[in-house]
């Protein structure tokens, strides 16, 4: 299993640039969500699925979009990208808990955004 | 309300023993541990749910006090692997909402 795959690595955008920033899983998890990670502040929750046509906000979700057509595949969009957008991006998986909690979280590889 | 991950950073050597704490002001339904080495993604250590359960690593332990609603993980004869930045994500639990992390602590080990 290739577990939570993330594309691109690294990306220079210039401010206004629109771009999707790709997360897949072959857990057949259904819980995904997107995290963004800067300096000294850890990791903060962007947008998160509970399955296919099911998104929620998190704690910073102003500036993007997602949506879950397929329970591998969970994109993250930034429709005009703003310097206040820099940071690491971080996909996440799990499988469902029971009716109350959270299971462990897989992470991918992170996407690394310079907004210029 | 993102919880509060204590110390901030510590220097230990190879050997020694380190704990680092989590506190939320709300009641929790279970702690997740992780562990993130620079430049790579957070890696899962260890889940302690309310009611004393505990999922995950088999050398590093941690406990959860439900009345102060923190959590402390220990760290016993350090080894240098161990060296990373560590953080506490809180479940309010009632479905899935996602975690809410702290900070994170710094912890390097030295040789």
């Known amino acids: 299993n290739a577990g939570v795959t993330q594309t691109p690595k690294f990306q220079v955008l210039k401010t206004g640039q629109s771009m999707t920033l790709q997360c897949a899983q072959d857990m057949n998890h259904e819980y995904m969500s997107w995290y963004r990670q800067d300096p000294g502040m850890g990791l903060r929750l962007i947008h998160y699925?509970?399955?296919?046509?099911?998104?929620d906000q998190g704690e910073v979700p102003n500036g993007y979009n997602v949506s879950r057509s397929t329970t591998e595949d969970f994109p993250l969009r930034l429709l005009s990208a703003a310097p206040s957008q820099t940071s690491v991006y971080f996909c996440?998986?799990?499988?469902?808990?029971?009716?109350?909690?959270?299971?462990?979280?897989?992470f991918g590889p992170g996407t690394r955004l310079l907004v210029l | 309300q993102q919880p509060v991950q204590s110390p901030q950073a510590v220097i230990l050597r190879e050997g020694e023993d380190a704990v680092i704490n989590c506190s939320s002001s709300?009641?929790?339904?279970?702690v997740h541990w992780y562990r993130q080495k620079h430049g790579e993604a957070p890696v899962f250590l260890m889940i302690l749910l309310k009611g004393g359960e505990q999922k995950g690593h088999e050398k590093i332990s941690a406990s959860f006090n439900e009345k102060k609603q923190q959590s402390s993980l220990y760290l016993t004869a350090s080894q240098l692997s161990y060296s990373g930045t560590y953080f506490c994500g809180t479940d309010l639990g009632g479905g899935a909402d996602g975690l809410t992390f702290g900070k994170g602590t710094h912890l390097i080990i030295q040789p």
């Open positions: 699925s509970v399955g296919a046509g099911i998104t």
């Open positions: 996440a998986s799990s499988a469902m808990g029971g009716s109350e909690g959270q299971e462990t979280q897989y």
């Open positions: 709300k009641a929790l339904y279970s």
